[in-house]
């Protein structure tokens, strides 16, 4: 059975640094892109970018591009969303999800990030 | 980049109506489409790929059409269960995917 755990919600400061994780199982891996979204309360899905864990190829979404880092752990099955500063704007639900060649069957739990002084 | 464009933003929609739900890609996307549905509190689901293949266990209520740049998708005698908001995703720029900004469908 494929599986994407992510990691606990968390509550953050503005400034801080944090990073997510999405742990997945019951396939290879290395052979398919992941993909992370965010969902701001209340609002629509927003593709961030996509991780290639096999050569760690990333693509960021245009929004997202140099705010956020995605990474990826081969050896602990792990893909990870990170940011250096934190802002109140980045409190959201952000979920991680296999991405198949049409479509996105397989999603995780999501985490909730909330970011508040 | 492709921008998605789904209306209405909600519709509301009694037992045994066809809900007709919208979207528009900025350019064409061919039949690289996908509809989700997310409920409450849940990750999305998948619903359609391809703009009109079901994706596994999806009732065959759920239907999708279209190609190019627009698309639709319609839900026959729509029941409690579908309340929900949906949404758009093309992959026609694999892997990279972009949604549209949903449409919140109402049971009456």
């Known amino acids: 059975e494929v599986q994407l755990i992510q990691s606990a919600g968390e509550v953050k400061m503005p400034g801080e640094s944090l990073k997510i994780s999405c742990t997945t199982s019951?396939?290879?891996?290395?052979?398919?892109?992941i993909v992370w979204v965010r969902q701001m309360p209340g609002k629509g899905l927003e593709s961030m970018g996509v991780?290639?864990?096999?050569?760690?190829?990333?693509r960021y979404s245009p929004s997202f591009q140099g705010q956020v880092t995605l990474s990826a752990d081969k050896s602990l099955n792990t893909a990870y969303l990170q940011w250096t500063s934190l802002k109140a704007s980045d409190s959201a639900i952000y979920y991680c999800?296999?991405?198949?060649?049409?479509?996105?069957?397989?999603w995780g739990q999501g985490t909730l990030v909330t970011v508040s002084s | 980049e492709i921008v998605m464009t789904q209306s209405p933003a909600t519709l509301s929609v009694s037992p045994g109506d066809r809900a007709t739900l919208s979207c528009r890609a900025s350019?064409?996307?061919?039949?690289?489409l996908a509809w989700y549905q997310q409920k409450p509190g849940q990750a999305p689901r998948l619903l359609i790929y391809g703009a009109s293949t079901r994706a596994t266990g999806i009732p065959a209520r759920f239907s999708g059409s279209g190609s190019a740049t627009e698309f639709t998708l319609t839900i026959t005698s729509p029941q409690s269960e579908d309340l929900a908001v949906y949404y758009c995703?093309?992959?026609?720029?694999?892997?990279?995917?972009?949604f549209g900004g949903g449409t919140k469908v109402e049971i009456k």
């Open positions: 350019q064409s996307i061919n039949s690289d």
């Open positions: 999800a296999r991405v198949e060649v049409a479509g996105v069957a397989h």
């Open positions: 995703q093309q992959y026609k720029n694999w892997p990279l995917l972009t």
């Open positions: 019951g396939y290879s891996f290395i052979s398919y892109w």
């Open positions: 991780i290639y864990p096999g050569d760690s190829d990333t």
